[in-house]
């Protein structure tokens, strides 16, 4: 590994390196003072993103006193080290392991242009054009099942880095060694190959190979390249860096950054490969506007955008500003998210403006704000690599966040310690010290029970408690009626179960908790979230490294989208649209008088267009018909509409309802920022050209304005970027300039100021009084429960290799990987149903039914039923119900009371079952 840590911290040994005398930290080894010295020692099995293996003995250098060559990458720095980096024994082993090496390599490979053989690069540096040694070579076919991954065993040189990337970056163990002496190779899975291996589809493999003999279906090793744009991931909220490769104006490929902070050179099968749907057939590429029998026209964008702004401004002018909303997107950026929210106030005088943090995440910004006065995860994504204990709940992020996923895995690995509490069995579970597999619906029971025996057994933090926060006794007094057995009545969780896992969290300090949809989607997700809450301020485990509570973001901007104002409540940063003085900063600097009273949430437009009290709806970047809760309720709200606009890059299931379309840009098509879960806001670079006939979304949307008769002076993100830094206090320091390619992390609240790593570390919450309040949140069912008519709970989520609504990923490859979503269903349940693997089952709830394949899985706990929502056909938010929290409005997607009914066999050209990309996928 690299040279790590801040080297005025220790004492630094002496040493010469090539008759030069250097000093460096006693962890590191001579490769990493070489390299950090500008002198080039060549590898082969090394790569900094790994530990040091010492396999290939390339980069042999010469130590006085040794007793022979010594591998640089593996060998520690000593005071009065002499190094030699040219010894000529040591460059003359090195050669001949070189040439050995070749003799087995496919020259044609060697001979292949482009810059990503390094195999060739170090021959160039010993000057060996071909290899002196003849003999037996290998024959092996190369394997081209996998939609994105290709293997060549001839071009091979067993180095291990696939091996070592696969195990100890993605944490998934899908490749190792096979055979012996000249027979060894690289075996995928048992040796059957990707596509039907434990393979996850991320790439590190690919990306660590060193000879081409790993690389992408699409883009080979020799292939050259115009240019290589940085951007951010449009996928979900870890907001990974990217290195996109762009050669005619089209991407080619698309790489992990390797000096991105969120990824550090990883990425996942969405953001690595799945990027072909910018340049889909069915993109849309002009406006459609409804013809009065119901069809579509093209139109252009000069009579689409009239039509949008006449349509708006005469409801406005007929029912007043309250009669128009609009639905903002988590998945576009800051600058066009403020845009929007600006045109709806300033333009319009409405605050009926929400995004989809809404149905989501809501109850992260609520409970946070309550708990600590701040409404972001309290640490960065690289204190998992510092905390003794994690502790995920209502989460899967291997699935979800799958880059942060495996490095929870990473650390596990390294020695922390892992609790897990989730109603299913995800692959977390596996590696958990304590699984807690509770009902749907109780979170705020086990943490309680948590809390309880915190409490009891004397494991908080009483100097904490007394210096930082409120509520204290109240809270002992509250917490000490909800001991284990209470609990367990509840939850389902053994006694025991629950206070192990406290212990865990106590005692293995410091200890982070990250938490996901699981805890904020239900009936009273706020109380989830302030009830967890609780656990990191009875144990002290608040500004500091390696602790906090962290919120996994589902989509890119999730976080963003709300800092920036796309809320019916509040302006930038969650100011209260009622706070006089905000509002009268914000008028100042728009010239409008601005309304104060909270407008409408995302639900509440649904409720006051069946009403009639909503006329126009405006919907960027969404699509509110599929991923929405009770989705006919939906349906019948957006029917009723006169009129509904649709701002998307594709015709989705809500633009079908719609009165016009306008066709929308993709994240790499487009500049601005995103923040992600860690609060770190991130440049999006627009790496290739717009289809013809598409415009930025930023420009519609100024247009749309300045039809609506408020044209906006901020014409570029850069400029809208300053202008919510002038704005917000807690972004003052933001500028596109200073973002580079790792990004700030607010609070930034000056141009000098370097990011926010960890939240509240100067002893101070950001509560009105600088104190953390414990929260004795009541315990309540969710809202719906099973009966003998429904007696399944229906759990929905989401799966490795799709997105959301799908959008995006079901135009990609991906689809092979998993072309349809599966029923999970217990094997017991099935049973007693009659059901068997693949047949063809309904799901029936109070409000729909939807049919599909069932998939049986110890995975689903007894009672339980799971399935995702990525393919629309298969209609599953028609299930869900309208039940909400009562503070933010955020839907119970995460139990509905169901019964599973057996339709009959599958039908034998039916999709084959969605690939779990995991070895229990086949548990049953």
């Excluded at 630094?12 to 460096?24: I, M, W, Y």
């Excluded at 720095?77 to 040591?90: I, Y």
């Excluded at 390294?414 to 010290?433: F, Y």
Aim: proline share 6%; charged share 25%; hydrophobic share 40%.
């Amino acid at each position: 590994m690299s040279e790590r840590g801040r080297l005025g911290e220790e004492q630094l040994v002496r040493l010469v390196l090539d008759g030069r005398e250097v000093s460096a930290s006693p962890r590191a080894t001579v490769l990493d003072v070489a390299r950090r010295e500008r002198v080039h020692i060549p590898t082969l099995c090394y790569d900094p993103r790994l530990a040091p293996y010492g396999a290939c003995r390339v980069c042999l250098v010469g130590v006085r006193g040794a007793r022979g060559p010594v591998a640089a990458c593996t060998t520690p720095v000593r005071d009065g080290m002499v190094v030699d980096t040219r010894d000529p024994l040591a460059t003359k082993v090195a050669r001949g392991v070189v040439e050995l090496v070749l003799s087995d390599y496919p020259r044609e490979a060697l001979e292949r242009g482009g810059d990503r053989n390094e195999l060739r690069d170090v021959a160039r540096h010993f000057g060996i054009a071909d290899s002196r040694f003849r003999g037996e070579r290998h024959a092996y076919v190369r394997d081209d099942r996998h939609p994105y991954l290709k293997l060549d065993l001839n071009e091979c040189i067993v180095c291990g880095r696939c091996v070592r990337a696969c195990d100890e970056q993605q944490g998934t163990f899908a490749l190792a060694y096979a055979g012996r002496g000249w027979a060894t190779r690289i075996a995928v899975g048992i040796d059957d190959g990707f596509a039907d291996s434990a393979c996850v589809s991320c790439g590190a493999c690919v990306a660590t190979c060193p000879t081409g003999a790993l690389d992408e279906a699409a883009f080979r090793a020799s292939e050259s390249v115009d240019r290589v744009v940085r951007t951010t991931c449009g996928y979900c909220g870890v907001g990974c860096g990217l290195d996109v490769s762009v050669r005619d104006d089209r991407v080619i490929a698309i790489e992990p950054g390797p000096d991105a902070p969120a990824n550090l050179g990883h990425a996942c099968v969405k953001g690595r490969f799945a990027h072909q749907y910018a340049r889909a057939a069915d993109r849309l590429r002009s406006p459609l506007l409804r013809r009065p029998d119901g069809t579509w026209r093209d139109a252009g964008w000069d009579e689409a955008l009239g039509f949008v702004a006449g349509r708006l401004r005469d409801l406005v002018d007929r029912h007043g500003p309250s009669a128009v909303a609009f639905v903002s997107s988590s998945r576009c950026t800051n600058e066009e998210n403020f845009v929007l929210q600006k045109l709806a106030r300033a333009a319009l005088g409405t605050n009926n403006i929400d995004n989809c943090s809404r149905v989501c995440h809501s109850p992260s910004s609520y409970g946070l704000i309550q708990s600590f006065g701040e409404s972001g995860g309290t640490n960065s994504f690289a204190d998992v690599d510092l905390a003794r204990c994690c502790f995920v709940t209502g989460a899967n992020p291997t699935e979800a966040h799958p880059v942060f996923g495996a490095r929870i895995k990473a650390a596990v690995l390294r020695g922390a310690k892992l609790i897990v509490a989730d109603p299913r069995r995800i692959e977390l579970a596996a590696m958990a010290d304590v699984f807690l597999q509770l009902r749907p619906g109780s979170n705020v029971a086990l943490y309680h029970g948590l809390a309880h025996v915190l409490v009891r057994d004397a494991l908080v933090d009483e100097a904490f408690l007394a210096t930082r926060v409120d509520d204290v006794e109240a809270f002992r007094a509250y917490i000490a009626s909800w001991d284990p057995a209470r609990s367990a009545e509840l939850t389902g969780v053994a006694p025991a179960d629950l206070e192990r896992a406290a212990h865990l969290y106590a005692e293995s300090s410091p200890a982070g908790i990250y938490y996901g949809l699981g805890v904020t989607e239900h009936a009273h997700g706020v109380d989830g979230v302030r009830a967890l809450a609780n656990l990191a301020i009875l144990t002290g485990n608040l500004g500091r490294r390696g602790a906090g509570v962290n919120p996994l973001r589902g989509q890119n901007n999730v976080q963003g989208a709300s800092d920036v104002g796309a809320l019916p409540s509040t302006f930038t940063m969650y100011r209260a649209t009622t706070n006089d003085a905000v509002r009268s900063e914000f008028e100042r600097e728009w010239g409008r008088p601005l309304p104060a009273a909270r407008g409408l949430m995302i639900p509440e437009m649904f409720t006051a267009a069946i009403a009639g009290s909503l006329r126009a709806l405006y919907v960027f970047g969404e699509d509110v018909a599929q991923t929405d809760p009770n989705a006919l309720h939906v349906e019948q709200a957006l029917r009723a509409l006169e009129l509904l606009v649709v701002h998307d890059p594709f015709e989705n299931a809500t633009a079908r309802l719609a009165h016009a379309v306008l066709p929308g840009s993709t994240f790499l098509e487009k500049t601005g920022t995103f923040t992600n879960a860690e609060r770190r806001i991130q440049l999006v670079r627009q790496a290739v050209p717009l289809p013809a006939g598409v415009r930025q979304d930023l420009d519609v949307l100024l247009e749309l304005s300045a039809r609506l008769g408020y044209p906006m002076p901020a014409t570029t993100p850069a400029e809208v970027m300053d202008e919510i830094a002038r704005l917000t206090p807690a972004w003052r320091g933001v500028s596109h300039a200073r973002l580079g390619t790792r990004g700030l992390q607010w609070p930034v609240p000056a141009a000098d100021h370097p990011g926010t790593e960890v939240l509240f570390a100067d002893g101070r919450f950001a509560t009105p009084n600088g104190r953390a309040r414990l929260c004795p949140v009541e315990w309540r069912p969710p809202g719906e429960e099973p009966t003998a008519e429904l007696p399944f709970v229906l759990v929905t989520g989401r799966r490795l290799a799709h997105y959301n609504s799908g959008t995006q990923t079901r135009r990609t490859e991906n689809v092979t990987l998993q072309p349809e979503d599966p029923i999970e269903l217990h094997p017991a349940d099935a049973a007693r149903l009659g059901v068997h693997e693949g047949d063809r089952v309904a799901i029936v709830s109070a409000r729909a039914r939807v049919e599909g394949h069932a998939s049986l899985t110890t995975r689903v706990a007894l009672g339980n039923v799971f399935c995702a929502f990525h393919f629309p056909e298969m209609r599953v938010n028609e299930l869900t119900s309208s039940h909400a929290d009562p503070y933010v409005a955020c839907p119970e997607y995460k139990v509905t009371a169901v019964r599973v009914e057996r339709i009959g066999p599958a039908p034998s050209a039916s999709p084959r079952a969605a690939r779990a990309f995991r070895p229990d996928a086949h548990d049953a």
